[in-house]
C-alpha cells in the first residue's frame, strides 16, 4: 500500500513537471528576445547610454544619480516592471520608474509628494554624481523616455569601467530657494520651464509691399538656454503674402534643446495698406 502511495506521489509530481507548472517566469522568457536597446550605466562617471542592439549606435546619452558609496548593484539585468508613479524608500515619491533588479530602479529624482511640483530641489542639482540610495536617477525626460521606449526584458549593463558618452548639455542646475520645485524637463503643460513666444511690439500689422521676415517678428525664450539657441530649433508653418491686405496666420514652434520641451503657438499678423 505505501508502495503504491509513493507511486502516485512520483507519478503527480512527474506530471507537474512535465506541465511546466515550475517553469520560469515571464522576466526569464523575455531573454530569449532580444532587445531592440541595451541600457548601459557607469557608476563611477554617473552616465546612462541606451545602445541600438543591432547598429551599437549610442540613441540617448543620460546624466544619473548612482547609489552613494557604490549602493547601485553591478552586473547584467533585464528590466522587469515600469511604474508611472513608485513610492520610494525615505517616504518619498519617483515618477517614471523601470525595476532593473530587486529594489533597484531606473525613476526620476525623488519627489516629496506624488504631485509634479514638488521635486526635491538640492536632489536634482546632484545629478551627475553619485547621490541615491541605489537607484539611478535620472530627468524626467530621461526616465519617461526609458519608461515609454525600452520594453520590458531590456538588457541593463551597469559597471564602473566602460567609457559612456556625455550628452551634448550639463545637467540644468535649478534654484533651491524652495526645497521643492519642478524638474525642468517635465512635458506637462503647466511646466514654467516651457520656452516662451511672443510678437515683438508693432510686428502684428504689416505694410503692404513690405518686406516681412516671420522669424524677427518675434522673440523666443526660456529659463534654461539663450535665445540663440532656441533659434536654432525655431520652426514656422504658413505664409504671409504682403502683396495683398488680409489676416494671415502662421503656427510657430520652438523646442529647448536642454528640457526638450516643445511650445507651438498660432499668431496672426494683419497685412494693411498703411500701418496706421
Not at 512535465?18 to 541600457?39: E, W
Not at 512635458?187 to 522669424?215: C, E, H, L, W
Not at 526660456?222 to 488680409?246: F, Q
Request: proline share 4%.
Amino acid at each position: 500500500m505505501k508502495k503504491k502511495k509513493m507511486y502516485v506521489m512520483f507519478s503527480l509530481l512527474l506530471l507537474v513537471l512535465t506541465l511546466g507548472l515550475f517553469s520560469p517566469s515571464p522576466v526569464y522568457a523575455a531573454k530569449k528576445t532580444a532587445s531592440k536597446y541595451t541600457i548601459y550605466v557607469n557608476r563611477k562617471t554617473n552616465l546612462v547610454n541606451v545602445v541600438d542592439t543591432k547598429s551599437k549606435k549610442v540613441v540617448r546619452a543620460m546624466y544619473c544619480s548612482t547609489g552613494k558609496n557604490n549602493r547601485t548593484i553591478t552586473g547584467t539585468y533585464t528590466t522587469k516592471a515600469r511604474y508611472r508613479w513608485r513610492y520610494l524608500k525615505g517616504n518619498v515619491y519617483g515618477q517614471y520608474a523601470t525595476r532593473i533588479h530587486g529594489s533597484y530602479l531606473f525613476h526620476s529624482v525623488p519627489y516629496y509628494k506624488k504631485n509634479v511640483t514638488k521635486v526635491e530641489t538640492a536632489e536634482y542639482n546632484k545629478l551627475g554624481e553619485q547621490a541615491s540610495l541605489g537607484c539611478v536617477r535620472l530627468t524626467v525626460a530621461d526616465a519617461k523616455w526609458i519608461y515609454d521606449k525600452c520594453r520590458i526584458g531590456t538588457k541593463v549593463v551597469i559597471n564602473d569601467k566602460k567609457e559612456l558618452q556625455k550628452p551634448k548639455y550639463l545637467p540644468i542646475k535649478i534654484s533651491t530657494k524652495n526645497k521643492a520645485g519642478w524638474d525642468p524637463t517635465d512635458p506637462n503643460k503647466k511646466n514654467p520651464y516651457y520656452p516662451r513666444i511672443a510678437v515683438k511690439k508693432g510686428q502684428q500689422k504689416i505694410t503692404k509691399g513690405s518686406s516681412f521676415d516671420p522669424f524677427s517678428a518675434v522673440t523666443v525664450t526660456s529659463k534654461t538656454s539663450s535665445e540663440a539657441e532656441l533659434r536654432e530649433n525655431l520652426s514656422v508653418k504658413g505664409k504671409v503674402n504682403t502683396k495683398k491686405n488680409g489676416k494671415y496666420s502662421l503656427t510657430y514652434s520652438v523646442k529647448d534643446p536642454r528640457t526638450e520641451l516643445v511650445t507651438t503657438k498660432k499668431i496672426t499678423f494683419t497685412v494693411t495698406s498703411n500701418n496706421t
